[in-house]
């Protein structure tokens, strides 16, 4: 079984429009070796989703326009962005936002700001396991094909 993009560098989108939060958050990541791209708000983050297709997406809960959760929702619908992993971010979660986001499928929320060290576990978690759900899929599609 070949799994050659699983040793590649992984994609993260973090759409926030804080712009200090998103650059630090996106500072962080990076030594944790992660490519990560930046988008200020959710029309922007929407774009870049369908452009990029990031391993992860970390979506920043109130925003201006289109609120996160309606982002994802966006992101859930489209057949591109359907089984890309979200983390929301926000700064006051109540336990009504944790069973909201995780009610619509969201693999995790991340309290801001940053400053334990339990959303870089959160995201190497939810791309550890998006990267095995990946390598199945492949593995089953080669078999199919061979089939």
């Known amino acids: 079984m070949s799994v050659w993009w699983f040793n590649m560098r992984k994609k993260i989108l973090i759409i926030d429009d804080d712009y200090y939060s998103a650059r630090l958050l996106a500072k962080r990541l990076r030594t944790k070796n992660y490519e990560v791209m930046l988008a200020a708000d959710g029309d922007q983050g929407l774009q870049k989703?369908?452009?990029i297709l990031p391993d992860l997406i970390l979506l920043d809960m109130l925003?201006?326009?289109?609120?996160?959760?309606?982002v994802?929702?966006?992101l859930k619908?489209?057949?591109a962005t359907r089984q890309i992993p979200v983390i929301f971010m926000a700064a006051h979660p109540t336990l009504v936002i944790r069973k909201l986001v995780f009610d619509k499928g969201a693999k995790g929320l991340i309290t801001k700001p940053f400053f334990s060290n339990d959303f870089e576990f959160t995201v190497e978690?939810?791309?550890k396991d998006y990267n095995i759900i990946e390598t199945n899929h492949q593995y089953l599609k080669n078999r199919v094909e061979k089939v």
Do not use: H, Y
Request: no cysteine; charged share 35%; aromatic share 4%.
């Open 72 to 74: 994802f929702e966006i």
């Open 49 to 51: 989703a369908k452009e």
């Open 77 to 79: 619908q489209l057949d």
């Open 63 to 70: 925003m201006p326009r289109l609120s996160g959760i309606e």
């Open 125 to 127: 978690e939810v791309i």
